[in-house]
């Protein structure tokens, strides 16, 4: 090295710095491709009974947990169940014992298009517990359930009921998002809420009627029951809402209209074209490495 600097010959520079401005002009063309979001396809369930109680036999010597879901579906994927009686083994002298019979249970829930839905219907409906095999703990005559949530739209939940509903061999009427109390002596007591429904943003939840029991038939603690039990429950949760690509600029980024008239008819005088102002930018890209060069050259030879 010997301490001198090297530097580039002038064609070489020259050639160099033309490379360089040929290659920049034309960059500002390009344009990112769309995006696509990929959001929360949204969710829905149904279930037509769902228990969490605790049956105690033999003065609670033994404990059961009555734990029993029947027609219980969730989506993304559509599904459906339609079952007509739920039993549980165990509590009954070994015998199975039927928790609830119907004419009608269907579960249904559905996620597709931007809606996701759950239905639940429930007819002709029986619902016993252990210790009250002769009286059943509530019948109904028709209750569905349904909540919808749809992409753009606010959610909805909706349960209704048609017939008679009966507890513990008592007719009982029933409003809509109020609590009813029915209390039969040295039967037990159930406290039933109807149609309570909840609503947000971007979810949903309609549950048809909900039961908080304490059952023990003529205080002889053979069956104790307690606990709650859920009739006709739908729920959903709202899908993304797609998002929409924007149309793509026909018009080249950084295009200058002529004075005095319109671009095309200024290009149609000059027979320029769309690229006229990038050709016209490399070309003093090239006159200034042009003048560097010489410039450069005459150094060298002085």
Request: aromatic residues 2%.
């Amino acid at each position: 090295m010997n301490g001198k600097n090297f530097r580039l010959p002038a064609r070489r520079l020259a050639a160099v710095a033309t490379a360089t401005a040929l290659t920049a002009a034309p960059a500002v063309l390009a344009a990112a491709g769309p995006a696509h979001a990929t959001g929360d396809e949204g969710r829905a369930s149904a279930v037509v009974l769902r228990t969490g109680l605790d049956v105690s036999l033999l003065n609670k010597t033994v404990n059961v947990p009555l734990a029993v879901s029947l027609n219980e579906v969730e989506a993304p994927r559509s599904a459906e169940k339609a079952t007509l009686t739920a039993q549980l083994d165990g509590v009954d002298g070994g015998k199975p014992f039927s928790v609830l019979s119907a004419k009608v249970a269907s579960a249904k829930a559905t996620v597709a298009d931007g809606r996701a839905e759950g239905y639940t219907n429930l007819a002709d409906a029986e619902v016993h517990v252990p210790g009250l095999r002769l009286l059943s703990l509530i019948e109904v005559g028709q209750v569905t359930s349904r909540a919808t949530c749809e992409a753009g739209k606010k959610p909805t939940a909706t349960s209704n009921l048609l017939g008679d509903v009966t507890v513990l061999g008592k007719k009982v009427t029933l409003t809509a998002g109020g609590t009813t109390n029915v209390q039969v002596p040295g039967v037990g007591e159930v406290r039933l809420d109807y149609s309570r429904t909840q609503t947000t943003s971007d979810t949903a939840a309609a549950t048809a009627l909900e039961l908080k029991v304490a059952v023990d038939p003529l205080k002889l603690n053979v069956a104790e029951v307690e606990g709650t039990l859920t009739l006709a429950k739908a729920t959903c949760e709202t899908p993304a809402e797609p998002e929409r690509e924007a149309a793509p600029s026909t018009a080249p980024a950084g295009e200058v209209e002529p004075q005095g008239g319109s671009s095309d008819e200024g290009l149609a005088e000059t027979g320029g074209n769309s690229m006229t102002p990038y050709i016209a930018g490399g070309a003093v890209a090239l006159l200034l490495a042009g003048g560097g060069a010489v410039a450069l050259a005459r150094r060298d030879r002085g």
